[in-house]
C-alpha cells in the first residue's frame, strides 16, 4: 500500500510539473534585451538521476505524514458510522487531516513567530494539502480493497509508469494541437 500511494504521489508531481512547464512555455516572461534567455530544457535529462531518489524520499514523507493517516482514518470512520470500505470517506478523512496538520504548522509558526499568516493562507495550504492527498489515498484505497478481495494489488511500478506515461501523453497531445494549429493558421 505504501508503495502504491508513494508512486502516485510522484505521478501526481509529474502530472503537475508537465502542466507547470507547459504553462511556462504558453507563457513565457519577456526577456531583457540581449539577454539570450534560459538554457535548454534538455538539461532535465541529466538532472532526472539525481533528482528522482529524492522526489521518492519527499513522496514516501508525504505518504507517511498525510496518506497513510487519511486511509487509517477513512477505514475507522467507515466502520463506526457505516459505508466501510466506500471511497467517499477517503476525500473526508484527507480534509481532516490536512487541517489538522494546517492548524498545528500555522500555531506552531504562530507562537514562534509572534504573529500569524492571513487566513487565506492557511486555506490555501488546506486545500492544496487535500488535493495532493485524496489521489493517492484512493489508489492505497483500491489497492488494499483488491488485495483483501483476493485480486492481485495495485503495483508501484504499473501506477508511477501509467502517471508518468500520461504526463508524456500530455506533452505531446499538446504539441500535437499546437503544431497542427500551427499549420492550418499559420
Known sequence: MTK????????????????L?????AHPEPQPEGDPGPDSPALAIFVLPVLLPLVTAAALAFVSAFVLP????????????????AWWWVPAAATAVAAVAVAAV????????GDAAAPAVYLWWWLGLTVATVPAALLARLSNLRDTTGRTPLRGRAVM???CGGAVGLVLGVVAVVGALDALVG
Open 106 to 113: 500555522g500555531t506552531g509558526t504562530g507562537l514562534t513567530r
Open 21 to 25: 512547464f507547459l504553462w511556462a512555455m
Open 70 to 85: 487519511t486511509t487509517l482514518l477513512a477505514r475507522r470512520a467507515g466502520s463506526w458510522w457505516g459505508g466501510a470500505g
Open 4 to 19: 502504491v500511494a508513494a508512486a502516485g504521489v510522484v505521478a501526481e508531481a509529474a502530472l503537475a510539473l508537465t502542466v
Open 161 to 163: 509508469g501509467w502517471g
